[in-house]
């Protein structure tokens, strides 16, 4: 039987009132807290990479580095100035998602709680205060997400050009958009409603996308696809533990209140009849969650699509909140989840309060606290260079948190820009074969190699707070040299992941 498409409905207004009241409480708090700690290791990786501005790089697309250059260039290059860019677009996902609520039918009610409820998870808290690839991925999953159900619902066509739109931006962003569209897909295909798939805007939609993606894709495939082999290093290694922690983690990152609401939305969805054009929405979320487990993918990446959940079920879980008790008992767990939220997800601790449970919940806590204190523990060992080959010596980094670390907070102890063979560092190039100096080598690779002879632990960096992070305790290693020019040594110190 041919489903019928909803094409006329009179939806409520956007409660905008109570809506941009915690819109601007978000606001207000990450704006207040965003300069507190530092910068994240990956953050220092965006702020380097936004330096050297293409349409790819190793382990992502361009979208992220260049925003962190925009607001870097406009705010200043500070925690405080790059993550200007991260709070507008945490603000404009939670506006989004009010909107999803009022495309399902939500009322005003419906719409600030759905906000509130998407706005206070410990997952959105987190990556809301810092710049990530996954901060602006939220914002552009919701939209996609917003946009689908305004198709399914209305069979308007001309919906497919934003919807490529979306897709085509989003895989500027981060690849993992894919997933989400391949789960609507599969829904709209089983489910319906299949009348939007028949017209010409979808194709129209399709061009939009290409269009959009054609340089990231040529350069992907200029540079033999690296972020496929990153990919896989991250199935390979972390495959298994992802697999494990999948299940708990998509109740542990809304909350318990919040995963009691988006289990509720996506049960509302299956079942509402007045809902049925939305029943894609829920068919996608188990469609994600089989891939992710097939290819061990991180159990946040599904995250952004709980949240299209969420305004599906908020209605239900108010309808069951008829008596004191109840009402009692969720805002008790409430109120706890919020606690937990801001202390695991928002710098409000001391630093020197992050060791112990705060980092078992979010280890990324720890990684914003270190990073002058290393920096100014490897000009001490940068020190122990005879002045007279400093201008022939070279700063090697085993990853690229303490390379964007020394090429920001460097300067100030007069410290050469640092050189690394991960990720995209690597690209940026080697040292010229003039370099025949000392080798400074910040963590363990190539230390241990035949590549650097003569080499000595000189420095363990400490933070100074004794925070057992994962820079805590690195090796600073003094090499004489290295044991071939740097452009032949340099394709053996790549590293992906």
Request: include cysteine; charge should be neutral; hydrophobic fraction near 50%.
């Amino acid at each position: 039987m041919t489903q019928e498409v909803v094409t006329t409905k009179s939806l409520p207004a956007l409660a905008w009132r109570p809506v941009g009241l915690v819109a601007a409480i978000q606001l207000v708090v990450l704006t207040a807290l965003s300069g507190r700690y530092g910068f994240h290791r990956d953050e220092l990786y965006f702020v380097a990479a936004g330096k050297h501005l293409d349409w790819g790089y190793t382990d992502q697309p361009p979208i992220t580095p260049a925003l962190a250059w925009l607001s870097t260039s406009i705010f200043g290059e500070t925690p405080f100035g790059l993550r200007v860019v991260a709070t507008l677009a945490a603000v404009a996902t939670i506006i989004v998602i009010a909107y999803v609520a009022r495309e399902l039918g939500g009322n005003s009610t419906v719409q600030w709680v759905s906000a509130a409820v998407a706005a206070l998870g410990p997952f959105v808290v987190a990556v809301s205060h810092m710049l990530s690839t996954t901060t602006i991925d939220m914002l552009i999953w919701t939209l996609l997400g917003l946009f689908v159900l305004r198709l399914l619902r209305t069979g308007d066509g001309r919906w497919w050009l934003a919807i490529g739109a979306v897709i085509g931006v989003g895989m500027a962003n981060k690849w993992l958009i894919l997933l989400l569209v391949f789960g609507l897909a599969v829904g709209v295909l089983v489910f319906g409603p299949r009348e939007v798939l028949r017209t010409w805007w979808l194709a129209a939609g399709v061009a939009v996308t290409l269009a959009l993606i054609a340089p990231v894709m040529v350069w992907q495939a200029a540079n033999d696809f690296p972020m496929l082999t990153v990919a896989s290093g991250i199935s390979e290694d972390d495959g298994a533990e992802n697999r494990i922690l999948f299940v708990p983690m998509q109740l542990v990152y809304p909350t318990p209140v919040g995963a009691a609401v988006w289990i509720a939305g996506l049960v509302r969805l299956w079942r509402d009849p007045s809902l049925r054009w939305a029943r894609a929405l829920a068919v996608s979320y188990p469609v994600v969650c089989v891939v992710l487990l097939i290819v061990g993918g991180k159990p946040y990446y599904s995250v952004p699509l709980l949240l299209l959940l969420i305004p599906a079920g908020v209605q239900p879980v108010l309808n069951w909140l008829t008596t004191t008790l109840r009402r009692a008992v969720v805002g008790v767990f409430a109120a706890i989840g919020v606690v937990l939220a801001v202390i695991t997800g928002l710098p409000v601790l001391p630093p020197s309060g992050l060791d112990g449970p705060v980092l078992a919940i979010n280890k990324e806590q720890g990684e914003q606290v270190g990073w002058p204190e290393l920096t100014a523990n490897v000009a001490r060992a940068w020190t122990q260079i005879p002045e007279d080959l400093r201008a022939t010596s070279v700063i090697f980094t085993s990853n690229y948190g303490q390379a964007g670390a020394i090429e920001h907070y460097g300067p100030r102890f007069t410290l050469p820009k640092p050189h690394s063979g991960h990720m995209s560092y690597w690209d940026w190039g080697p040292p010229s074969d003039r370099m025949t100096g000392a080798v400074l080598v910040v963590g363990g690779q190539p230390t241990q190699s035949s590549l650097l002879a003569g080499c000595r632990v000189v420095e363990e960096n400490d933070n100074g707070i004794g925070l057992d992070n994962e820079e805590q305790d690195t090796p600073i290693t003094l090499c004489d040299r290295t044991t071939a020019p740097w452009s032949v040594i340099w394709p053996q110190l790549r590293r992906f992941y």
